[in-house]
């Protein structure tokens, strides 16, 4: 290529000068212009990679959420399951307790059935021993009536016989 002088001024150009001049921007002209093309074609297919990405990322976005959906429905119905499972060891749970407690219930009914037939006897034997009781304070009482009255019919016969 022609190396063109730019310290020329333009009153000192020679025709030659002014055809170079004229050939040089006439080859960058073809270039802008091939440039500006390459660039428009650049921008197609970048704009067409992008479509691709985001159609891609669309895709794949979807298949994420179907995924999770599914993953979501199966942890769904696996926690109903154990829900389930729990409800009905609960209510074996208190089937059992239920039984247990009648069970027990029945316990401490023959346990105080007895306590009160226990209780019975014993107030039937402390009413027995109250009487037998009163009936030795009754010999007592008739004992120290008997007693007193030796004691002054003694005196009194004593001294009906000394007199």
């Known amino acids: 290529m022609v190396d063109l002088k730019k310290d020329i001024s333009d009153e000192n150009l020679t025709q030659k000068d002014i055809v170079q001049l004229l050939l040089h921007n006439a080859q960058h002209m073809v ?3 091939e440039v500006k093309s390459d660039i428009k074609e ?3 297919e970048l704009k067409s990679d992008i479509r691709e990405q985001k159609d891609e990322l669309k895709s794949e976005i979807r298949e994420q959420k179907d995924e999770l959906k599914s993953d979501i429905r199966g942890l769904k119905d696996e926690l109903k399951s154990d829900i389930r499972e729990l409800k009905d060891e609960l209510k074996s749970d208190i089937r059992e307790l239920k039984s247990d407690m009648s069970k027990l219930e029945g316990s401490l009914k023959q346990d105080m059935s007895k306590l009160e037939d226990t209780l019975r006897q014993d107030m039937s034997k402390l009413e027995v021993n109250i009487t037998h009781l ?7 009482q008739w004992l120290i009536v008997t007693v007193i009255l030796s004691i002054f019919l003694k005196d009194y016969l004593l001294a009906f016989i000394q007199s």
């Open 42 to 44: 650049l921008k197609d």
């Open 31 to 33: 270039t802008r212009e």
């Open 134 to 140: 009163n009936t030795k304070f009754d010999r007592m």
